[in-house]
């Protein structure tokens, strides 16, 4: 039975030299800084099998974005004709998840601690909440 009203746990948050928005780059290939990703030490086991180098995807919850949103001008550019969210990566849509390709530089995981790993490009600004983390699979993402 699908469950009506699907149920979303953080697991941490981002810190990053980004601190507004305006800061932000469109995409983390446009010029996006390192940032660590600040895992709860009760999900730090599954951190296991983790090496530096991964590449990783990064699944965050866009907190400050506008919910109400279903058309937008694609990179914000006025002279380009709107389009339905769905068909962009606009931060602004009814469920503003972000969806990010990260490089694993560093991890550490202290018992009972907070888990912390340094992570580039990433283009979420300081305090956006984590929501997933998985690995690139190859045979299926480009």
């Excluded at 895992?39 to 180098?53: C, E, Q």
């Amino acid at each position: 039975m699908l469950d009506p009203e699907p149920r979303l746990r953080t697991i941490g948050h981002v810190r990053s030299p980004l601190k507004h928005l305006d800061e932000a780059p469109r995409q983390g290939t446009e010029g996006a800084p390192r940032a660590t990703l600040v895992l709860d030490a009760d999900v730090a086991a599954g951190l296991s099998g983790l090496r530096p180098g991964d590449e990783l995807i990064v699944l965050t919850w866009f907190h400050l974005a506008r919910r109400h949103v279903l058309e937008t001008h694609p990179r914000n550019d006025p002279g380009a004709p709107l389009a339905g969210v769905f068909s962009t990566r606009a931060p602004d849509r009814p469920n503003p998840i972000g969806l990010h390709r990260v490089r694993l530089l560093a991890l550490t995981a202290p018992q009972h601690a907070p888990a912390e790993l340094e992570v580039e490009p990433l283009e979420a600004i300081d305090g956006t909440p984590i929501i997933d983390l998985k690995p690139v699979w190859s045979g299926a993402d480009p």
